[in-house]
């Protein structure tokens, strides 16, 4: 199993794991997916989980995974779709740090590519298949303070939506919010799309 990033501290993290989980047949590299050195037609299997919302280049990017597919490999695709991505009872300081982070990603990436998977898998002849999943949180979940968590990885890009004095304030009155205790959610939906390479 290769693992790859072209981000070294995303590398480290992932060493990291593999190490703490004795995972012995996994090999990490770093690795432009736009300027690939790994081997064509040399994996069963390509995995790209939440890749093609931030990055937004769907179509480079599956022309990557398929020439890296043998014949009769699988490709799958995950990302998110934010419809069921809520607070009860509703949280509307964490909403409006939602709407931020869909913002975001439709302007600098592709905040719709959970929906266009089927679409963009048959553009390459490959016949998908879907599958949808929502967790619910009950409160004092961790995933509850997913909101923070994006607003401060996509900090550079929110601040071009916000000033840096309103982001600290969302994220402030989010962050008390969250701390009610009776606060329960439910996540973004993963959809997973997957098909087989028949050529």
């Not at 990603?105 to 929502?134: P, T």
């Not at 607003?151 to 071009?160: F, H, T, V, Y």
């Amino acid at each position: 199993m290769v693992g790859t990033d072209i981000d070294d501290a995303m590398l480290r993290a992932a060493k990291q794991f593999v190490a703490d989980e004795g995972l012995g047949n996994v090999l990490l590299r770093n690795d432009d997916l736009f300027a690939t050195r790994l081997q064509p037609a040399s994996f069963d299997l390509v995995h790209a989980r939440f890749e093609l919302t931030p990055l937004g280049r769907g179509h480079d990017q599956m022309e990557t995974y398929v020439r890296l597919l043998r014949p009769g490999g699988t490709i799958v695709l995950e990302d998110p779709d934010w419809g069921s991505w809520h607070f009860n009872p509703r949280a509307e300081v964490c909403q409006k740090l939602i709407a931020l982070i869909q913002q975001a990603f439709a302007r600098w990436g592709d905040a719709e590519a959970g929906r266009n998977h089927l679409d963009l898998l048959r553009s390459f002849g490959i016949e998908g298949n879907v599958r949808a999943e929502v967790l619910a949180l009950s409160p004092g979940h961790p995933y509850l303070w997913l909101p923070l968590q994006f607003s401060a990885g996509l900090k550079p890009r929110l601040l071009s939506l916000v000033s840096e004095e309103e982001l600290r304030q969302l994220r402030e009155e989010a962050e008390n919010e969250l701390r009610q205790p009776a606060r329960w959610g439910t996540t973004f939906t993963v959809i997973q799309s997957w098909g087989r390479m028949v050529t």
